[in-house]
């Protein structure tokens, strides 16, 4: 594994890799990726220490979306058996976020079907965020494909964060969404960026994409350039389009975080939705493979686990939950 050495110290010099170097790492077979998850390992620990970055999220609206995502239950097109509401009352968020906060969470994502919010919500969400910081954790939101003076009014009120995933590549994208573009994710992150807003923006793994296709991503992400990357493994939903998707093998999930950690080593790389799901036993190995920053407690629509069994996990892995 003389090679992957020369790719390891290159990222650990601050250099970037190539689409030769991506894909070499990808094409590493699950035989060898322990080396593979040693070195990330190593990057992360250089990049971003032993601290691991915590966030919970409320599903603050849902169903009754216009959307087509082949992925999501509350799609347009779904027939999955969800619960669909309107609007959360401020005082159920307030009180959703004193529970991540007391289970440990940092950061607090308020999150709503639709392609975006309307005026209305608009006004209502940003009291929410308001509530939120005065806790004392972090306020991020999923809103949807907002424009920059929205995204203004919600930077006033106190949001950190913005999260708008770019799902998968740009080729791909087409297969699994109809009725919003890829463009469009891309300018809402830029509008978010000039409101002066962190940025929160990955994808979904397992979807039926292909390598070049995670490694294409990889590459979109790197030139926005968020703060933060969630790394999400597709939970096939019985109702949805894609509910007879075959799930990520363990070491293939394990090895998109570890790459992602050599594409976008300054970054936090966040394992959310499909972590129990898919790695099962072999969850407490995110870490050993590059992740320094999790999602705790409930997803949108499918569970999580308690927030004191990932603080244990953290623990036992001799790192620091923040």
Not at 5 to 29: F, H, M, Q, T, W
Request: glycine content about 8%.
């Amino acid at each position: 594994m003389a090679y992957l050495n020369d790719v390891e110290k290159k990222v650990l010099s601050g250099r970037r890799l190539s689409r030769k170097e991506a894909g070499y790492l990808s094409a590493i077979p699950a035989s060898l990726a322990m080396e593979l998850f040693s070195s990330a390992n190593r990057i992360r620990r250089h990049f971003r220490g032993n601290t691991v970055d915590l966030c919970a999220i409320v599903n603050a609206k849902s169903g009754i979306c216009s959307e087509d995502c082949s992925y999501c239950a509350q799609s347009s097109r779904s027939s999955a058996k969800i619960t669909s509401y309107a609007l959360l009352e401020k005082s159920d968020i307030t009180e959703k976020a004193k529970l991540a906060w007391r289970g440990g969470a940092k950061r607090f994502c308020i999150v709503t079907s639709g392609k975006k919010i309307s005026k209305q919500e608009l006004k209502i969400i940003a009291e929410m965020i308001s509530s939120v910081r005065s806790i004392g954790l972090l306020p991020c939101a999923t809103l949807g494909l907002l424009r920059r003076t929205e995204l203004d009014i919600l930077k006033k009120a106190g949001l950190q964060r913005y999260h708008n995933n770019l799902e998968t590549s740009e080729r791909y994208f087409p297969k699994i969404c109809t009725t919003h573009t890829y463009q469009e994710k891309i300018r809402t992150i830029r509008d978010a960026r000039a409101a002066g807003l962190e940025v929160c923006s990955g994808g979904i793994f397992g979807l039926g994409e292909t390598w070049d296709d995670r490694i294409a991503m990889a590459f979109a992400l790197r030139d926005l350039s968020p703060d933060s990357v969630p790394i999400n493994f597709l939970s096939p939903i019985s109702g949805t389009k894609l509910e007879t998707q075959k799930v990520l093998a363990p070491m293939d999930a394990l090895k998109i975080i570890s790459i992602y950690r050599f594409m976008l080593p300054e970054k936090q790389i966040r394992v959310c939705g499909g972590r129990l799901q898919t790695l099962g036993e072999l969850n407490a190995l995110i870490f050993l493979a590059g992740a320094d920053g999790l999602l705790v407690g409930n997803y949108l629509t499918t569970l999580g686990r308690g927030y004191d069994e990932d603080l244990k996990l953290i623990r036992d892995m001799h790192l620091t939950a923040d």
